[in-house]
């Protein structure tokens, strides 16, 4: 079955980075690219941008280019997402999802993985 | 950049009654891209609908999908007491992902 798991929580101090995975299993990884979606708390969604597994390429959201960068491990089929330069309004549940191209869906979901910034 | 907004905000209603949510987008998008997803609390959410009316895997038909230019709907026949929960549309382009702000679903 289809798997998408995160890692775990992180506390990280305004103007530091933060580096959260997503380990893929159940289907082919380089033929579905992965999104990341941020929920802060009591908010909506929030996308953020997509990679390719197969060729690594990404494409951001103007609102996080030049602080976000997505990127892969091919051999143990994860994507990882940094964010830098940190602020208090990046404290927000942070997912990865499978996407479907063909009809632009985001099918499978990991579990989140919470992100708080302290000053 | 298409902008969603959902309505109404917030739905109070009692189990075994039916739920419409709308989602309209700022300009008009193929239907192909837009899609529902429920999220229930500390949760992810999760896919329910896609191309405007097709149910993703797993999804009781009590959940149905409906729509197209700017207005789409989203339609639970009959709530299920775990159907009192957040409801959010999504529509996707090669450009990027956008999502409504959603709808809570609530006991009357």
């Known amino acids: 079955q289809v798997q998408l798991v995160q890692s775990g929580a992180e506390v990280k101090k305004s103007g530091a980075s933060v580096k959260v995975s997503c380990k893929a299993s159940g289907y082919i990884f380089p033929d579905f690219f992965l999104h990341w979606v941020r929920q802060a708390p009591g908010q909506g969604l929030e996308w953020m941008g997509w990679?390719?597994?197969?060729?690594?390429?990404?494409v951001y959201a103007q609102k996080f280019q030049g602080r976000v960068t997505m990127t892969r491990d091919s051999s143990i089929s994860a994507v990882y997402m940094e964010l830098s330069r940190l602020r208090s309004d990046d404290a927000a549940v942070y997912y990865c999802?499978?996407?479907?191209?063909?009809?632009?869906?985001?099918?499978?979901w990991g579990q989140g993985t919470p992100v708080t910034v302290s000053s | 950049e298409v902008v969603l907004t959902q309505s109404p905000g917030t739905l109070s209603l009692s189990p075994g009654e039916g739920a419409t949510l709308s989602c309209r987008t700022s300009q008009t998008v193929s239907s192909s891209f837009v899609a529902w997803y429920q999220q229930k609390p500390g949760q992810a959410p999760r896919l329910l609908i896609y191309a405007t009316s097709t149910r993703a895997t797993g999804i009781p038909d009590r959940f149905s999908g409906s729509g197209s230019g700017t207005d789409f709907t989203l339609t639970i026949s009959r709530l299920e007491p775990e159907d009192f929960v957040i409801y959010f549309c999504q529509y996707g382009s090669s450009q990027g992902f956008t999502f409504g702000p959603g709808t809570k679903v609530e006991i009357k």
């Open positions: 999802a499978r996407y479907h191209g063909y009809d632009k869906r985001l099918d499978f």
């Open positions: 990679i390719s597994p197969d060729s690594g390429s990404a």
